[in-house]
């Protein structure tokens, strides 16, 4: 247990509306990122975080944005929801100390109507 | 560009009835491969990160073993608790840093009593 929480766990919205989805950690680590999971598609990187303030676009970054103020926040925000977001959204943490290591969240399932 | 194979889609077992997943693996430079159990409903839970051609890793009844072009997962003797969806991703080094992961699509396990 790497100390990740996401919140909220499910969410159904409508197309249009904004959503923000929140990551927190316990222990501190620098990188954080956010993945989407689809069937067929495996995990795939949306954004990631290399400090507070610092982020970076990942595969399929396009329609989200993140924000990072605090160590232990990393927010991700789908400023105008639509249906090809539904999915299920992780957050992970990655740990170096000595092996190299990503943990992930318990997810948060999003449909958008 | 970076990508990770995983097969079969999905592979039925009897308890006790060894046998491989494979991953299958394109990257400019290899950093790191890992291994990671899904469980329905849940966050990937780490297993293994192999770093080098020849390298094996152990857990339980679980081997991880890592060539230059793909990496096995052994499970030997498999209980119905192993049944999952078994997830492979690969790091490489010159993907900008800060430790993203590329992901397969998945394998998954249903191992029958």
């Known amino acids: 247990d790497a100390g990740i929480t996401q919140s909220p766990r499910h969410k159904v919205t409508e197309t249009g509306t904004p959503v923000t989805l929140r990551c927190h950690q316990t222990e501190n680590h620098r990188y954080m990122y956010w993945y989407r999971q689809d069937p067929g598609h495996g995990l795939r990187l949306i954004h990631y975080s290399y400090g507070v303030k610092d982020t970076d676009k990942g595969e399929v970054s396009d329609g989200y944005s993140v924000s990072r103020s605090k160590t232990e926040d990393f927010l991700l925000t789908l400023e105008s929801a639509t249906s090809s977001q539904t999915s299920v959204y992780f957050c992970?943490?990655?740990?170096?100390?000595?092996?190299?290591?990503?943990?992930f969240g318990p997810g948060t399932r999003l449909t958008v109507t | 560009e970076d990508q990770v194979t995983q097969s079969p889609e999905a592979l039925r077992l009897q308890e006790g009835e060894s046998s491989s997943l494979n991953c299958s693996y394109t990257v400019s430079g290899l950093r790191g491969l890992f291994w990671y159990r899904q469980d329905p409903g849940k966050g990937p839970e780490f297993l293994f990160t192999l770093y080098s051609a020849g390298e094996e890793k152990e857990k339980e009844r679980l081997k991880a073993t890592l060539t230059k072009k793909e990496s096995f997962l052994h499970i030997t003797a498999p209980k119905p608790e192993d049944s999952a969806t078994y997830l492979c991703a690969v790091q490489d080094m010159f993907s900008g840093g800060y430790n993203k992961l590329i992901f397969g699509a998945g394998t998954r396990l249903a191992v029958h009593p």
């Open positions: 992970a943490i990655s740990v170096t100390s000595g092996e190299y290591e990503q943990y």
